[in-house]
C-alpha cells in the first residue's frame, strides 16, 4: 500500500481493498457492486442477496437474524432514545457529543482502554489484517490501530446501530479503523483465510451456535493465525446455576432486555475450541480489581478472587478469562 507524504492513506486505496475480502454472508459467493450508488449483490443471482454500504460502513447482515440478535439492536436503540429523552434541551449537534461522552466514560470503554494499555499491548504482537467480532462501537478496533498502527482493522457487530456509532466513535478518536461491518458472527461475510488475526471481547457467549461461530472464525483466519478472546467468563456448574438463574444477575439482564446470556465452564470452553481445532496458545484469569470499576461489589469481589489460588478459578470460582487461540 502506497503511503502519501503525511502518512496517511490515499482514500481509493482504503475504499478498494474491502472487496477483495467480502464475501456473500448467505451462500459464500463473491459480491459485486452495483449499478445504483452504495449498492452490492451477490455474485451467484440464484442467492439473491442484496446490500449496501455507505463509506467506510458495510452492511453484510444475512436476510434473517434470530430474536437475540434483534433484541442486540432493539436494546441498544431503545437505550439510546431514553438518552436522548434524558437531554431533550439539547440540539442535534449537542446530543452527539454528548452520546459519544457517555460512551467514552462509560465502564466497558475506560476498563478496556486500561487493560489494554497496561496489559494486553504489552503481551501481544499484533500484525498484518484484523476482525473484530461482536465489536459494538468497535473500541478494541480502536485500541488495536492505536497500540499497533501498522494494522488494518474491520470491527463488525450484528446490531446496525453499534456498527453506526462505531464510525462516529472511530472519526471523533482518530482511530484510523478501516471498516465497520454488520456482520453476524456465526456467517462471516469474508473470503477464506482473508485474516492473520481475530479478537473478541465478551462476544462468545451471546452466541446460538457457538461451534458454527468458531467455524467461521476459523475459515476467516489464515493458518497460523490467531484469536485474541477477552472479556468471558469462566464459571462452574454450581454458581452459573444461580448466576443465568431469573434471580441471578446474567439471567436477570436477559430478561430485561431479551438478548441470550450463556455462560460456560472452563472444560466446555476447552472443549469448543479443541472441537474446531484451535489450540489454546495463552490463557489468562483477569482478576485484577482495577479493571473491575463498574461497581463496588463487582470490585470487592475480585479483590478477593484476586487472592485465590488458581487451582480454585480452574474448579470453578467465576472468574473473567481470556484466552488466545490458534489456528493449526
Ligand atoms: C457484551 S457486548 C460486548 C461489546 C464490546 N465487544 C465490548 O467489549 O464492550 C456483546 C456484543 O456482541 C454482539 N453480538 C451478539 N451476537 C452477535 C452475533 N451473532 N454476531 C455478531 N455480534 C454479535 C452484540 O451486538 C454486542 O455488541
Ligand atoms: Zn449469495
Keep these: 500500500m502506497t503511503t502519501i507524504p503525511n502518512g496517511s492513506r490515499p482514500v481509493e486505496s482504503r475504499q478498494e481493498w474491502i472487496w477483495s475480502i467480502i464475501a456473500c454472508p448467505e451462500c459464500g459467493s463473491p459480491l459485486v457492486a452495483e449499478a445504483t450508488?452504495?449498492?452490492?449483490?451477490?455474485?451467484r443471482s440464484a442467492c439473491g442477496f442484496r446490500s449496501s454500504h455507505r463509506g467506510?460502513?458495510?452492511?453484510?447482515?444475512?436476510?434473517?437474524?434470530?430474536?437475540?440478535?434483534?433484541?442486540?439492536?432493539?436494546?441498544?436503540?431503545?437505550?439510546?432514545?431514553?438518552l436522548a429523552r434524558s437531554v431533550a434541551q439539547m440540539s442535534p449537534d449537542q446530543y452527539r457529543t454528548f452520546r459519544l461522552l457517555d460512551t467514552i466514560t462509560y465502564y466497558s470503554f475506560t476498563s478496556q482502554f486500561a487493560f489494554f494499555r497496561d496489559?494486553?499491548?504489552?503481551?501481544?504482537?499484533?500484525?498484518?489484517?484484523?476482525?473484530?467480532?461482536?465489536?459494538?462501537?468497535?473500541?478494541?478496533?480502536?485500541?488495536?490501530?492505536?497500540?499497533?498502527?501498522?494494522?488494518?482493522?474491520?470491527?463488525?457487530?450484528?446490531?446496525?446501530?453499534?456498527?453506526?456509532l462505531a464510525e462516529e466513535?472511530?472519526?471523533l478518536l482518530g482511530f484510523g479503523t478501516d471498516y465497520f461491518v454488520m456482520a453476524d458472527a456465526e456467517r462471516l461475510p469474508f473470503r477464506p483465510g482473508s485474516f492473520d488475526f481475530l479478537c473478541s471481547s465478551g462476544m462468545l457467549?451471546?452466541?446460538?451456535?457457538?461451534?458454527?461461530?468458531?467455524?467461521?472464525?476459523?475459515?476467516a483466519l489464515k493458518p497460523g493465525g490467531r484469536w485474541y478472546i477477552v472479556n468471558e467468563l469462566s464459571i462452574g456448574?454450581?454458581?452459573?446455576?444461580?448466576?443465568?438463574?431469573?434471580?441471578?444477575?446474567?439471567?436477570?439482564w436477559a430478561l430485561t432486555t431479551g438478548i441470550r446470556e450463556n455462560s460456560y465452564t472452563l472444560s466446555e470452553w476447552r472443549r469448543f475450541f479443541a472441537e474446531q481445532e484451535f489450540k489454546i496458545v495463552d490463557m489468562y484469569f483477569q482478576r485484577d480489581p482495577r479493571y473491575k470499576l463498574l461497581s463496588w461489589p463487582r470490585a470487592l469481589y475480585y479483590a478477593a478472587v484476586a487472592r485465590l489460588p488458581l487451582a480454585l478459578l480452574r474448579a470453578g470460582v467465576p472468574c473473567e478469562i481470556n484466552f488466545v487461540l490458534e489456528k493449526q
Design 37 to 43: 450508488d452504495g449498492g452490492l449483490a451477490c455474485e
Design 169 to 171: 466513535l472511530a472519526r
Design 205 to 219: 457467549h451471546h452466541l446460538g451456535d457457538m461451534r458454527r461461530a468458531l467455524r467461521a472464525g476459523r475459515a
Design 119 to 164: 496489559h494486553f499491548s504489552k503481551q501481544h504482537r499484533l500484525r498484518g489484517r484484523g476482525l473484530e467480532v461482536g465489536g459494538s462501537n468497535g473500541q478494541l478496533s480502536g485500541f488495536v490501530k492505536l497500540f499497533y498502527p501498522e494494522t488494518e482493522m474491520v470491527t463488525s457487530d450484528v446490531a446496525p446501530v453499534n456498527v453506526e
Design 56 to 82: 467506510q460502513v458495510y452492511n453484510l447482515l444475512p436476510r434473517s437474524l434470530d430474536q437475540f440478535q434483534h433484541a442486540e439492536h432493539n436494546w441498544r436503540q431503545q437505550h439510546y432514545d431514553r
Design 237 to 252: 456448574a454450581l454458581p452459573r446455576l444461580f448466576w443465568n438463574s431469573r434471580l441471578g444477575q446474567k439471567g436477570k
